[in-house]
């Protein structure tokens, strides 16, 4: 999932461990490639509930949001406020219409 804050490129990658989520936050960087910023938001499936993928991946971005937000002083051009993130959440159901 790739998005524009302030003309910087990010994207958030998606992993899953058994009934773990990952979702991981990669900055498009000076070589051209996406690096790992080391910002990351993790849900965990309690053994007694359902594991539903879309769930899973909501309750990581949302993590991973906050996350962005405790580190914004180390990336330097993140000013994520409220439209900011509603611009994310509209990127990621746009790609997820599930």
């Known amino acids: ?3 524009d804050l302030n003309g910087q490129e990010f994207q958030v990658k998606f992993s899953r461990t058994g009934t773990t989520t990952h979702a991981e936050l990669l900055a498009f960087d000076d070589n051209g490639k996406f690096s790992y910023t080391g910002i990351s938001g993790i849900s965990y ?3 007694k509930d359902r594991f539903e993928k879309s769930k ?3 309750i990581a971005l949302a993590k ?3 996350a962005m ?3 914004e002083p180390q990336l ?8 900011q993130r509603a611009k994310i959440w509209e990127i990621y159901f746009k790609e997820h219409k599930k």
């Not at 330097?76 to 439209?83: E, I, S, T, Y």
């Open 56 to 58: 899973g991946r909501k």
């Open 45 to 47: 499936c309690n053994p």
């Open 1 to 3: 999932m790739l998005f």
């Open 69 to 71: 937000v405790e580190y």
């Open 64 to 66: 991973l949001l906050n």
């Open 76 to 83: 330097g051009v993140l000013n994520l406020g409220k439209k």
